[in-house]
């Protein structure tokens, strides 16, 4: 696993890899279950796009079958799988449940991320 994309163990876990990052990249967070066919659906998704942007975007992985992760869960009012939340700056920015697709992804983090907007050179490359 490339290393912008990595599991979250735990409040703590979450705080330093998410939160305390998020302050200088844009961290989608993806609440997701191995019982759920959407959230294996959106994974590879969620994995090629993040990769498009060259380490510009982090990507979360909380397995919320986990029991702190499941408790993150319901700090972000996750209603359903998969949800990917967008934080920024220590803040949820935005989010989106269900699978979508790698064109979905891409123009969710460009009209949604202050970060990318503002970083020198937003484009993929």
């Given at each position: 696993m490339p290393k912008f994309v990595f599991d979250i163990n735990g409040f703590s876990d979450f705080d330093e890899r998410?939160?305390?990052a998020s302050a200088q990249h844009p961290v989608l967070v993806d609440f997701w279950a191995d019982w759920c066919s959407p959230c294996l659906f959106l994974d590879p998704v969620l994995k090629a796009v993040v990769a498009?942007?060259?380490g510009k975007v982090l990507l979360a992985k909380v397995d919320t079958e986990e029991d702190e992760n499941l408790k993150l869960a319901g700090r972000y009012k996750v209603r359903g799988f998969p949800t990917v939340v967008l934080i920024e700056k220590g803040e949820e920015?935005?989010?989106f449940s269900s699978a979508r697709t790698k064109p979905f992804v891409r123009e969710f983090l460009d009209d949604n991320s202050q970060l990318l907007a503002t970083s020198t050179n937003s484009t993929r490359l």
């Open positions: 998410v939160l305390q498009e942007y060259h920015v935005a989010r």
